[in-house]
């Protein structure tokens, strides 16, 4: 019996469960449509799908790289954040549902004029996000990394976004006092980063990811220096792991920073930490 795309797409759709992907419903769907240039939705009614084209062959590579592991949003190059979606590669950490909390937690104190650095940018995600919420900010992007400047700089053509990138290391690079200081920095822990999926491990920066023993040995030097790099009331929003909220209270006080609060993902997990500086 001559192949059509219903049957196409069900023996994919095998192939993927066979190959242990969590998510094998929902990439297939969104790999058949992108090869065949229909909607997500469209994706299984069967009535539309009768022989095959010259997509099909593009369709089944997509699904036998997804089932080697590599992300479905590296196989497509985009990946949605926020309202928006963001072309990403292999260089740059895949943006994250739990990141999006840094926006809910800033985006009613944007201010027209507000000087914003995205600390750590990788595709720029958050502060290209903010930038969209607000396009009269001063936004600066900054990563240690070259090839993820060069992504968060094509985004931000994309989205036809006025913003400065900076080649920094943490601050080391930074000369510039901001108003709101936003980063997802790596704060994975060493005993969950030697557990890590699979599809992570291979395709995504181990630099981005990785934060020491703990988790919080990069987050403890942006600690360290960020309040010099705040004007006065100047806030700044973090992202970390779970249950490192105990680790970061004790380095705040430390520091003499008492001015914070921590806020919770929609797990009820306390993901997210806001400084007011007011040292």
Same mark, same amino acid.
């Given at each position: 019996?001559?192949?059509?795309?219903?049957?196409?797409?069900?023996?994919?759709?095998?192939?993927?469960?066979?190959?242990?992907? @969590? %998510?094998?419903?929902?990439?297939?769907?969104?790999?058949?449509?992108?090869?065949?240039?229909?909607?997500?939705?469209?994706?299984?009614?069967?009535?539309?799908?009768?022989?095959?084209?010259?997509?099909?062959?593009?369709?089944?590579?997509?699904?036998?790289?997804?089932?080697?592991?590599?992300?479905?949003?590296?196989?497509?190059?985009?990946?949605?954040?926020?309202?928006?979606?963001?072309?990403? @590669?292999?260089?740059?950490?895949?943006?994250?549902?739990?990141?999006?909390?840094?926006?809910?937690?800033?985006?009613?104190?944007?201010?027209?004029?507000?000087?914003?650095?995205?600390?750590?940018?990788?595709?720029?995600?958050?502060?290209?996000?903010?930038?969209?919420?607000?396009?009269?900010?001063?936004?600066?992007?900054? %990563?240690?990394?070259?090839?993820?400047?060069?992504?968060?700089?094509?985004?931000?053509?994309?989205?036809?976004?006025?913003?400065?990138?900076?080649?920094?290391?943490?601050?080391?690079?930074?000369?510039?006092?901001?108003?709101?200081?936003?980063?997802?920095?790596?704060?994975?822990?060493?005993?969950?980063?030697?557990?890590?999926?699979?599809?992570?491990?291979?395709?995504?920066?181990?630099?981005?990811?990785?934060?020491?023993?703990?988790?919080?040995?990069?987050?403890?030097?942006?600690?360290?220096?960020?309040?010099?790099?705040?004007?006065?009331?100047?806030?700044?929003?973090?992202?970390?792991?779970?249950?490192? %909220?105990?680790?970061?209270?004790?380095?705040?006080?430390?520091?003499?920073?008492?001015?914070?609060?921590?806020?919770?993902?929609?797990?009820?997990?306390?993901?997210?930490?806001?400084?007011?500086? %007011?040292?």
């Amino acid at each position: 019996m001559k192949q059509n795309k219903q049957s196409l797409f069900l023996a994919q759709k095998r192939k993927l469960r066979e190959a242990g992907c @969590e %998510d094998y419903r929902e990439s297939i769907k969104v790999l058949f449509s992108k090869a065949f240039g229909i909607s997500v939705d469209q994706s299984y009614k069967y009535p539309k799908h009768n022989d095959l084209d010259k997509n099909a062959s593009l369709f089944t590579s997509m699904v036998n790289r997804r089932a080697a592991g590599e992300p479905t949003s590296h196989i497509l190059r985009s990946r949605s954040f926020w309202e928006y979606d963001f072309y990403v @590669e292999k260089t740059v950490l895949d943006p994250r549902p739990e990141s999006e909390l840094i926006i809910e937690v800033t985006k009613n104190q944007l201010f027209d004029g507000m000087k914003v650095l995205d600390l750590g940018c990788g595709s720029g995600c958050i502060g290209l996000s903010l930038y969209h919420e607000n396009p009269k900010i001063h936004l600066s992007l900054s %990563d240690l990394s070259d090839k993820a400047l060069s992504i968060a700089k094509k985004n931000a053509s994309e989205f036809k976004a006025e913003c400065k990138f900076i080649h920094s290391n943490l601050f080391s690079n930074i000369h510039n006092k901001f108003d709101l200081i936003v980063a997802n920095l790596p704060y994975v822990e060493k005993e969950s980063f030697l557990n890590l999926q699979r599809e992570i491990i291979l395709f995504e920066p181990h630099e981005a990811l990785y934060g020491g023993l703990y988790g919080i040995d990069i987050i403890k030097l942006f600690l360290s220096e960020v309040c010099s790099h705040l004007n006065w009331k100047g806030m700044f929003v973090i992202e970390f792991g779970e249950e490192q %909220d105990t680790l970061l209270r004790q380095e705040l006080l430390r520091l003499n920073l008492s001015n914070f609060e921590f806020h919770r993902d929609l797990n009820g997990i306390n993901r997210a930490l806001c400084v007011i500086n %007011d040292t």
